[in-house]
């Protein structure tokens, strides 16, 4: 079973920045972040995969804000945020699997961590 440990989450001013981690314990094949804030579904916002001929995903409300990086070294991978907005409030989860990793939806993906909470304030 692969174990996803996230960290990061804080309250933060809007147009402040937060990175968040996630570290795997066995391989991965994709790993990236959701989001969902209340009352909504969760999302995908962010995903990098092992293999070549896939493009690292961004979710449109998020790039050019949001980075996506991977140290193979110590399987994490971190989400660098920027210009954070009150709408990033969230739960954010980290994700992998170790096969398939078709298109960032919650169903295609079979490990999950506990979510870290992100909270921008106006």
């Known amino acids: 079973q692969v174990q996803l440990v996230e960290s990061g989450g804080a309250s933060v001013q809007a147009g402040g920045s937060l990175t968040l981690s996630c570290a795997a314990s066995?391989?991965?094949?994709?790993m990236g972040w959701f989001r969902q804030a209340p009352g909504k579904e969760r999302e995908g916002v962010a995903g990098?995969?092992?293999?070549?001929?896939?493009?690292?995903y961004y979710a449109d409300s998020v790039k050019g804000r949001f980075t996506i990086s991977r140290d193979n070294a110590k399987n994490t991978v971190y989400l660098q945020m920027n210009s954070l907005k009150p709408e990033d409030t969230a739960v954010y989860y980290c994700?992998?699997?170790?096969?398939?990793?078709?298109?960032?939806?919650?169903?295609?993906?079979?490990?999950w961590g506990k979510g870290t909470q992100v909270t921008v304030s106006s």
């Open positions: 994700a992998a699997d170790t096969f398939r990793c078709g298109s960032w939806i919650p169903a295609n993906f079979a490990y």
């Open positions: 066995g391989y991965t094949y994709c």
């Open positions: 990098v995969y092992t293999g070549g001929g896939r493009p690292t």
